[in-house]
C-alpha cells in the first residue's frame, strides 16, 4: 500500500549540512499516518529521532532530544516526499538512516512515536550518512 524510497545520503564533515529524501512512489491518499525518521549505526539499536504527522496543510513534528535543534523533519505540499534536514552534523550521526510509515491513524493524533519501530508498518530501504571529524 505504501513504498518509500530514500536518498540523499552521502559522507559529510562534521559541522556540516544534510538533506534526506524519502519518496512515496506508491502511496494512499485517503488516509493520516505518521512518517519518522529513523537510523542505526552498527552495535546499536534503531533509534527514532523525527516524526510528522498532519493533514496537508497543517503538520505537527516532534524530535529525539539526539536531535532536538539540529534536524528539522518536513513534508512537501502534496505529501509525496518527506525530508531530513540535517545541520550541525557530528560523527555521532553517522547511521543508516530510514524512512518510515505508520497505517492509519486518528485524525486527532499530533505526535509520531519514536520509541517504537513496530509501530511502522511501510520501510525504506535505507541511505548511507556518514560524518568525518
Known amino acids: 500500500q505504501l513504498q518509500l524510497v530514500e536518498s540523499g545520503g552521502g559522507s559529510v564533515q562534521a559541522g556540516g549540512s544534510l538533506r534526506l529524501s524519502c519518496v512515496e512512489t506508491?502511496?494512499?491518499?485517503?488516509?493520516?499516518?505518521?512518517m519518522a525518521w529513523f537510523r542505526q549505526a552498527p552495535g546499536k539499536e534503531r533509534e527514532g529521532i523525527a516524526g510528522?504527522?498532519?493533514?496537508?496543510?497543517?503538520?505537527?513534528?516532534n524530535y529525539a532530544d539526539s536531535v532536538k535543534g539540529r534536524f528539522a523533519i518536513s513534508k512537501d505540499n502534496a505529501g509525496k516526499t518527506l525530508y531530513l534536514l540535517m545541520d550541525s552534523l557530528r560523527p555521532d550521526d553517522t547511521a543508516t538512516y530510514y524512512c518510515?510509515?505508520?497505517?492509519?491513524?486518528?485524525?486527532?493524533?499530533?505526535?509520531?512515536?519514536?520509541?517504537?519501530?513496530?509501530?511502522?508498518?511501510?520501510w525504506g530501504q535505507g541511505t548511507q550518512v556518514t560524518v568525518s571529524s
Open positions: 518510515a510509515a505508520t497505517r492509519a491513524v486518528p485524525r486527532y493524533q499530533v505526535s509520531c512515536p519514536l520509541g517504537t519501530p513496530d509501530a511502522y508498518t511501510y
Open positions: 510528522i504527522v498532519g493533514d496537508g496543510r497543517t503538520n505537527f513534528a
Open positions: 506508491i502511496s494512499t491518499s485517503a488516509s493520516r499516518y505518521c
